[in-house]
């Protein structure tokens, strides 16, 4: 009913609005210019505009690069970072330098060229070698953009098997991740969403020896210097498994696997000591502690100190908590590494722990049968 009563209200207030500019229309004066059609000086003051136009956006744009570029990604932690950005900064500089152009023209010959008494306008009814010439440079350039951007595709995508890398498959579900490290035969065993089964959460299959070494966790860690191919697989929707830093991204597809490999560069420890991050970390800081302030007076709980961290994050809108899906990625040494994945328990001994588990509990309850038949033996016995 509200909503009813403020669409009444609006419509009057529209009406109200119109009837309104028809009375200041029949309130003018009888020398007062009432045509529709444009007057000189009604083409020189939209000229001038147009002018001023362009300066705003010209000043605008600069404006907004200086002051945001403080949200720029720092340099990529990937090998193939590099080519991404090089990739992505040749096109935006393509991009404006046209924007720039073309704009600075329109607005230009707006000016220049707008309507004055008496005089005539010039036109070509057609003009072959300008539209050759309109066609042919975006063809080139963009041909040149297209060619440029699949031989980088190409490099990026092309992973060889040769440099022995770490195969990792990343496992996605609505609103989570999960890592399943490959294990010591650096092969991942079969899986499939029908063998998922109390702590089997990925459905691995436990016929498969190939699965038996490989390491399950919700924390990815990453050897610095080393080749990781990545296997994504989805268990509900479609997801994206989206790597800000390393300048990675691959969508996770129910029903099928896709893949994605990167080399990390720089350890989370160097990112946190990079002159970038250690002023975005302060920033971010200062931030927290005036709004902690702020809590602490309302009685609420301060807001923790920030830390940076990489982070796997969901690029696709898979549903209510797609915000919250994230998965913490540590980049250290080969050696780190090394000793953190020996502590990390096996899917095979995981899945001996719960048969023992079960084991354990059954034999407890066969035990607790067999006391009851001999106090009920015994019982009957002594009645006998």
Same mark, same amino acid.
């Given at each position: 009913?509200?909503?009813?009563?403020?669409?009444?209200?609006?419509?009057?207030?529209?009406?109200?609005?119109?009837?309104?500019?028809?009375?200041?229309?029949?309130?003018?004066?009888?020398?007062?210019?009432?045509?529709?059609?444009?007057?000189?000086?009604?083409?020189?003051?939209?000229?001038?505009?147009?002018?001023?136009?362009?300066?705003?956006?010209?000043?605008?744009?600069?404006?907004?690069?200086?002051?945001?570029?403080?949200?720029?990604?720092?340099?990529?932690?990937?090998?193939?970072?590099?080519?991404?950005?090089?990739?992505?900064?040749?096109?935006?500089?393509?991009?404006?330098?046209?924007?720039?152009?073309?704009?600075?023209?329109?607005?230009?010959?707006?000016?220049?060229?707008?309507?004055?008494?008496?005089?005539?306008?010039?036109?070509?009814?057609?003009?072959?070698?300008?539209? *050759?010439?309109?066609?042919?440079?975006?063809?080139? %350039?963009?041909? #040149?953009? +297209?060619?440029?951007?699949? &031989? =980088?595709?190409?490099?990026?995508?092309?992973?060889?098997?040769?440099?022995?890398?770490?195969?990792?498959?990343?496992?996605?579900?609505?609103?989570?991740?999960?890592?399943?490290?490959?294990?010591?035969?650096?092969?991942?065993?079969?899986?499939?969403?029908?063998?998922?089964?109390?702590?089997?959460?990925?459905?691995?299959?436990?016929?498969?020896?190939?699965?038996?070494?490989?390491?399950?966790?919700?924390?990815?860690?990453?050897?610095?210097?080393?080749?990781?191919?990545?296997?994504?697989?989805?268990?509900?929707?479609?997801?994206?498994?989206? *790597?800000?830093?390393?300048?990675?991204?691959?969508? %996770?597809?129910? #029903?099928? +696997?896709?893949?994605?490999? &990167? =080399?990390?560069?720089?350890?989370?420890?160097?990112?946190?000591?990079?002159?970038?991050?250690?002023?975005?970390?302060?920033?971010?800081?200062?931030?927290?502690?005036?709004?902690?302030?702020?809590?602490?007076?309302?009685?609420?709980?301060?807001?923790?100190?920030?830390?940076?961290?990489?982070?796997?994050?969901?690029?696709?809108?898979?549903?209510?908590?797609?915000?919250?899906?994230?998965?913490?990625?540590?980049?250290?040494?080969?050696?780190?590494?090394?000793?953190?994945?020996?502590?990390?328990?096996?899917?095979?001994?995981?899945?001996?722990?719960?048969?023992?588990?079960?084991?354990?509990?059954?034999?407890?309850?066969?035990?607790?049968?067999?006391?009851?038949?001999?106090?009920?033996?015994?019982?009957?016995?002594?009645?006998?």
């Amino acid at each position: 009913m509200t909503v009813f009563l403020i669409i009444i209200v609006i419509a009057l207030f529209a009406v109200t609005v119109w009837q309104m500019s028809k009375i200041f229309d029949l309130s003018r004066g009888p020398h007062t210019d009432s045509s529709q059609i444009a007057s000189q000086k009604d083409n020189k003051v939209n000229g001038y505009l147009m002018l001023m136009f362009l300066v705003f956006i010209y000043v605008i744009s600069i404006y907004c690069f200086w002051h945001y570029s403080k949200f720029y990604l720092p340099e990529a932690a990937s090998e193939h970072g590099s080519e991404v950005d090089t990739l992505m900064f040749i096109t935006l500089a393509l991009i404006m330098f046209v924007l720039v152009l073309t704009q600075g023209l329109l607005h230009w010959f707006a000016f220049k060229y707008r309507g004055e008494k008496g005089k005539k306008a010039l036109f070509f009814a057609d003009n072959d070698k300008l539209e *050759f010439i309109w066609t042919i440079i975006p063809v080139i %350039v963009l041909a #040149g953009l +297209i060619i440029y951007g699949l &031989f =980088t595709w190409s490099d990026i995508m092309n992973i060889n098997e040769e440099d022995d890398p770490l195969v990792i498959e990343i496992y996605a579900y609505q609103f989570d991740w999960r890592a399943r490290y490959s294990g010591e035969d650096n092969t991942l065993g079969k899986a499939n969403v029908r063998f998922i089964q109390g702590v089997n959460q990925l459905g691995v299959d436990e016929s498969d020896s190939y699965g038996n070494d490989d390491v399950i966790i919700n924390e990815l860690h990453l050897p610095v210097g080393r080749p990781v191919l990545f296997k994504f697989r989805s268990q509900d929707v479609l997801h994206s498994a989206f *790597f800000p830093h390393f300048r990675a991204q691959m969508n %996770v597809v129910p #029903g099928m +696997i896709t893949q994605f490999g &990167f =080399t990390p560069t720089i350890t989370s420890e160097e990112m946190r000591e990079s002159e970038y991050m250690v002023e975005k970390v302060g920033r971010i800081n200062d931030i927290r502690k005036d709004k902690s302030k702020e809590l602490t007076a309302a009685g609420e709980v301060p807001l923790d100190s920030y830390e940076f961290e990489y982070y796997l994050l969901c690029n696709k809108i898979c549903g209510q908590g797609h915000y919250n899906m994230q998965m913490k990625i540590v980049v250290e040494s080969e050696e780190d590494y090394k000793a953190w994945i020996k502590e990390q328990q096996t899917f095979g001994a995981t899945m001996a722990a719960a048969d023992g588990s079960t084991d354990d509990i059954i034999t407890d309850e066969d035990d607790t049968l067999e006391e009851d038949l001999d106090e009920e033996g015994n019982t009957e016995t002594e009645l006998e």
